[in-house]
Structures are given as C-alpha cells and as structure tokens.
C-alpha cells in the first residue's frame, strides 16, 4: 500500500495521510523491511568510512528536511541515503583530557581505535598536546595504515585540506594537528626531530588517491601557486612534495584543477594526487564548478580507481569539513547544504558498490550547539521563521546557535528577521552567547553502517570502537583470525548447508 501511495498525486496522497490506514500500513511496511534483514556474516573486502564532520544528529534531521525541501516535498517525510542504512549505533566523543572534543582527538579515534588527547593526531594519549618529544613511543597505527599492510589499495578524500585533522589521523602522528607544514612546527618540535603533516601525508603509508585542499603546505615559500598568481607556497625546507610525491610512481596523476581531475582515466591511473586549492576548498554553495570537483565526483574517482585491486580497498571520505566549518560561523545554510552533497556522495559510492562484500559505515567526529525547533507546521523552510514571535514580539529563525558570532544586539535590542534575509548565503544565525566561534557540541552522534558485519554497530559504544570492527570485518590487523568466510553473500552456502544437514542426519540417526 504505501508504494501505492507514494506514487499518488500529492493532493491525494496528503488527504490519505489523514487516515490512520496509511500510518498503520507504513508503519507494516517498515516492519517487514525489519523481519527480512539478515547479518551478513562474511568478510569485507572493502571497506569505507564517510566522516561528516560536525554532523551531529540534529544536523542529520535538518538535512533531512532541506533535502525533501530541495526536491519540492515537505522535506520531513523524506530519507538522506544515510538513513537507509540497516544498523545504527551512538558513539560517544569525549577526548581523554576534555569533555568537548576536537576533531583531532576523534579522527585519532575512530580512525586508529585509540582516544587521545585534544589536538592530538595519531598518537595515545600518552602525548600531550604540542609535546613533540612524547610522540615517539606513543604513535598509534591507522585502520588506513592497517588495510595498506594487507595489501589493499587506500585512499583519502575531503574538501578541507588533505592535512587537515579528520584525514591526517589516517597517516600522520603528531603533537599537534596545526602543524601542518614545516613552517608552523614549534622550536621544541623541530630540535626533537618531529615532522608536519604534509611531510608525513607523502612518506608514511603509501596512499594511492589523495583527493582535496591545502596545496601551499607541500610547496616551497618561493613557489607560486598555479591557481592564484599572488600566493606562494608556504614550506621553509625549500622541498617540493608533489614532486617528492611523484617519484618512483608508475601510473601516477597529479592534478589541480577540474580539467585535468576530468581527464584522469581510471583504467590507467594507479595513483592520484588532486590538490585543488591552497587550503581548504570553497563550501558547495561557492564552489566554481569549473575549476574544482564536488564530493561526490571525487568520491567517485577514487573508487574507480581503488577497486581495480583484486584484495579491496580502504577509502575515507570527509564531507569537506565543512558542515563544521559553517556551522563555526553560525551559517546553518552553508553547513546544511554541505550535508545534502556528504549524502548525495554516500549515495553514489553505493551505486558503484556490492553492500555483499563492502562495509560502509557513516558517522561524525562530534556535533555542534545548533538546535533545531520554534513549533513551525509540516513545511516549513529549515532556513525559515517560526510562526510564533518571541517575548520581545519579534520573529526568530527555526534554526539557531546555543553561541557563536551570529549574536546580535542593535541598540539594546535583537534584530528582526524574515525569510528574506534568513535564507541568504551569508546570513549568520543567531546565537545566546557572543563568542568569536561557534563550538563543538559534546552529545553523542550517530553511527550508520551496512555490509558485512556492519550489525556489530548496535547500542552506544566509544567513538574507537568504529575502526575495531572494521578491521574485523575485513580481517586485518589486529584481527587476522577473525575466522570469517570469504564469499559475496550474508547466507550459508549450499556446500557448506549440505555438509551440516549430512552431520545432524549422522548425529540422529546415531
């Protein structure tokens, strides 16, 4: 009935969304989608991680809606690719020396199995931040590094620079995740002989696609940048990474722009670096199309790539970083539609995926203190007002801040707002407390995960719990007895069902 229903006119059908028959048979419908998901006990070949960064849940429902809203529906009634997915957990965040975690801390988690410190990259919490000396010893290994020992092919894709914290967790260990090249690591950290992370991105783990921002940090000061004429790189030891990078790699592509991105054949292509601004790329609303690939494009290339190896792959994806970026800025608009392209990118990378044989997994590093709420009725614009006026008799937006820059007070008093104004590219949203940015919020985030093993993501577990039944999953380190059987399917198969039915006929008959 309700795949009937959702093919009605939308006159229609909203007249049936009055009767109880239509709740009572989607609500059966949903049911029966439950009673036939079956674990799928096999061992992943692939294996995938999408990290929304600042994704929290209320972030997911906005999206949700803005997504539906996008397409001319309502929006609540509709579902993010995310959503699909069949099992579900919460994690929780806390870094082990702070309540409100960073991003640093949690990629550290849910990336090598381990909570660290705040702003800490790849290392124990035996480290404390900037602490160059303390790394060594203390280094903690990623499921990225871990899939690279097993002969999987690995790669990294975001739209923050590639050095960035979410990413850098994957392949760097250090003191400090500002350190991003040679030229911001401290005193203490170059007399004690640490690396930055652009340095450890090209010469730890060998990683075969490597798609984002944050080109100055692998070019020398006297570099120009190909883009921007008037930037230079920023690196002091005069090394040029990308070039570093190059050497010794057969079928190797580097590229900086959306032309030569194009181009790229993955058929021919065995390694890729696509570094497609100096720092981090522009928010999808200000993207140029011409000149820089979308998530979901680069999402896409980078599996092309990846799954020619006959042992699998390990991929990261990053939303770009910057759902977390906008929403630093009290702009729900810039952080809400970065979240319909993170999801739009999930979707395509399960198109070119078999869910039999690749484990996806969704989740965020944290959320933020952005809420979501104002009685508004069914439709309502997410980047709208409420119906209802506060108690100063004015209009106030559905979405708000709990603090961040958007705080206003224009001579002792809130400003008015309208949709008008609201739903504007830049418009910040209001906040209570006056900081210079919004902060990270510290309730748990959820965890979307489909394929082979995936039902072990289940209840509310610690945010390093993620990597761990990954790595068991695939049967990789630490987990290389994991004992799973290979195969395309989450069922018995017929050999093996034949043999146990021959032994209980043996044993009965005994």
């Given at each position: 009935y309700c795949i009937y229903y959702q093919k009605l006119p939308g006159s229609l059908l909203t007249n049936l969304k009055l009767h109880a028959e239509y709740w009572n048979n989607k609500a059966k419908q949903a049911l029966r989608t439950a009673l036939n998901v079956q674990p799928n006990v096999h061992k992943?070949?692939?294996?995938?991680?999408?990290?929304?960064?600042?994704?929290?849940?209320?972030?997911?429902?906005?999206?949700?809606?803005?997504?539906?809203?996008?397409?001319?529906?309502?929006?609540?009634?509709?579902?993010?690719?995310?959503?699909?997915?069949?099992?579900?957990?919460?994690?929780?965040?806390?870094?082990?020396?702070?309540?409100?975690?960073?991003?640093?801390?949690?990629?550290?988690?849910?990336?090598?199995?381990?909570?660290?410190?705040?702003?800490?990259?790849?290392?124990?919490?035996?480290?404390?931040?900037?602490?160059?000396?303390?790394?060594?010893?203390?280094?903690?290994?990623?499921?990225?590094?871990?899939?690279?020992?097993?002969?999987?092919?690995?790669?990294?894709?975001?739209?923050?620079?590639?050095?960035?914290?979410?990413?850098?967790?994957?392949?760097?260990?250090?003191?400090?995740?500002?350190?991003?090249?040679?030229?911001?690591?401290?005193?203490e950290a170059v007399q004690n002989g640490c690396h930055d992370i652009a340095y450890q991105l090209i010469h730890n783990t060998e990683i075969d696609v490597i798609l984002g921002g944050g080109r100055e940090y692998m070019l020398p000061k006297d570099t120009l940048d190909p883009e921007y004429p008037s930037k230079t790189g920023n690196r002091e030891d005069g090394t040029n990474l990308i070039v570093e990078w190059a050497k010794n790699k057969k079928n190797a592509k580097y590229v900086w722009n959306k032309s030569d991105f194009d181009a790229v054949d993955p058929r021919k292509t065995d390694f890729l670096l696509g570094l497609f601004e100096p720092r981090d790329c522009h928010y999808e609303l200000e993207r140029d199309t011409s000149m820089d690939p979308s998530l979901t494009e680069m999402t896409e290339k980078a599996i092309k790539i990846l799954q020619k190896n006959p042992k699998g792959y390990f991929l990261f994806v990053e939303d770009k970083g910057r759902i977390d970026h906008g929403h630093h800025a009290t702009s729900a608009k810039k952080a809400l539609h970065e979240a319909v392209e993170f999801d739009r990118a999930i979707g395509r990378a399960a198109e070119l995926t078999n869910e039999m044989d690749t484990l996806t997994v969704v989740t965020a590093d944290h959320s933020h203190v952005f809420a979501f709420g104002g009685y508004s009725a069914r439709g309502n614009p997410v980047l709208g007002v409420s119906r209802a006026l506060a108690m100063d008799k004015k209009h106030f937006t559905t979405a708000v801040y709990g603090n961040g820059p958007g705080y206003q007070i224009v001579n002792g008093t809130r400003p008015d707002v309208n949709e008008s104004i609201s739903s504007t590219n830049n418009y910040k949203q209001q906040t209570t407390v006056p900081l210079s940015s919004e902060t990270h919020g510290i309730e748990d985030v959820a965890i979307f995960a489909k394929g082979p093993m995936s039902h072990l993501f289940h209840g509310v577990q610690e945010q390093n719990y993620i990597p761990h039944v990954m790595a068991y999953a695939a049967c990789i380190e630490p987990y290389e007895d994991c004992q799973l059987l290979e195969g395309h399917s989450g069922r018995i198969h017929s050999s093996l069902l034949l043999v146990l039915m021959g032994l209980l006929l043996t044993l009965c008959s005994a």
């Open positions: 992943a070949k692939n294996l995938i991680l999408f990290l929304g960064d600042g994704m929290g849940i209320t972030t997911v429902t906005a999206a949700r809606i803005l997504k539906g809203q996008l397409e001319g529906n309502s929006g609540e009634e509709g579902s993010l690719v995310m959503d699909t997915f069949p099992h579900l957990a919460l994690s929780k965040t806390y870094n082990v020396d702070q309540q409100m975690p960073d991003s640093a801390g949690t990629a550290t988690a849910y990336l090598c199995g381990v909570k660290a410190n705040y702003g800490t990259l790849g290392v124990s919490a035996a480290t404390p931040l900037g602490n160059c000396s303390a790394t060594f010893g203390n280094e903690v290994t990623s499921i990225l590094h871990r899939a690279k020992n097993a002969g999987k092919s690995v790669g990294i894709v975001t739209t923050t620079r590639v050095q960035h914290a979410s990413p850098a967790a994957s392949y760097a260990h250090s003191a400090d995740r500002d350190w991003y090249s040679d030229s911001e690591l401290s005193k």
